[in-house]
């Protein structure tokens, strides 16, 4: 089955700063990467995706780079706000359908000093 | 409703009696999956549902986990005979019709606390 790294489990940076979040998988059946941002308290929500006919991916400050030869992806957050500080989650799906086929990674939790 | 809404919020329970978790998902949404977060744990899948059926059981941890389905909506995820291992918090998520790349949305979860 599939299997997500994800580093570092934990990130700190002062804000206006930008931080880069990794994450590794192991199936090169894998065609869809979300990434889910969870502040405390709260429920995960999607923030990003990525699927595997393109390399990067933007939004605002927000980017997504997908390397589907080395088999990883990171989220990129530049200028980074407090309201930044959360746990980000990345995911990756390999199944024709379905979140079913959704593997998480464990999680980075990043605190956005001021 | 609005979104995906789980109950109970927190559940104290003592080791040994039986829980039932409840999820009910974004109207229309056909697709319904159960996580469980453990702390420091990222999101570990337990089942997956397509309307009343459910393809993918590969996740439940064991059979005192078990989880039902009924007119394609509402969801419950029961614990038999509750260990302290299973103190988690429990999260739903649904999603349109199950596809590739569809968002999930999830519920606020339930704080499982095995006394």
Redo the contacts between chains.
Sequence with gaps: GENVE?HP?TLSVQEGDSAVIKCTYSDSAS??F?W?KQELG?????II?I?SNVGEKKDQRIAVTLNKTAKHFSLHITETQPEDSAVY?C?A?N?????????????THLIIQP | GAG?SQSPSNKVTEKGKDVELRCDPISGHT?L?W?RQSL??????LI?F?GNSA??KSGLPSDRFSAERTGGSVSTLTIQRTQQEDSAVY?C?S?FR???????F????TQLSVL
């Design positions: 994800q489990s065609n869809y979300p889910y709260k429920r995960p929500q999607l995706d699927r989650f995911a799906s199944s024709g359908g379905g979140a079913d086929g959704l593997t998480f990674g464990k999680g | 995906v697709a999956y996580y420091g744990q990222g999101l570990e899948f997956y397509q393809p993918d999260l998520a999603s199950g596809g590739i790349n569809e968002k999930l999830f519920g606020s979860g």
